[in-house]
């Protein structure tokens, strides 16, 4: 069963923006902290972006003024949201969950910048 499922993702040209969505389809009791990574082929998966239950958030330099990490907690829902893509940002991004049921994470939402 995927716990989280991620929406959004496509096919954008550099300098254009997207915005990917990630939702839990299932209860957790409490969610502490939720965040996109991305990953390419034959790399590691880096960490985009965090954002606590507090409303903190943190990103990785690369994206740092471009993204905008947000969260709904009534709707167990974590936003990315992506401008002035580059072709460096195409990746499956991933979306996470630190929940005090454990670790979660969807199976991921292709983003291709390209022109």
């Known amino acids: 069963q995927v716990q989280l499922v991620e929406s959004g993702g496509g096919l954008v040209q550099p300098g254009g923006s997207l915005r990917l969505s990630c939702a839990a389809s299932r209860t957790f009791f409490t969610i502490y902290t939720m965040g996109w990574y991305r990953q390419t082929p034959g790399k590691e998966r880096d960490l985009v972006a965090t954002?606590?239950?507090?409303?903190?958030?943190n990103y990785a330099d690369s994206v740092q003024g471009r993204f905008t990490i947000s969260r709904d907690n009534a709707k167990m829902t974590v936003y990315l949201q992506m401008n002035t893509l580059k072709p460096e940002d195409t990746a499956v991004y991933c979306c996470t969950a630190i929940t005090s049921m454990g670790r979660y994470w969807g199976q991921g939402t292709q983003v291709t910048v390209s022109s």
């Open positions: 954002i606590t239950s507090g409303g903190s958030t």
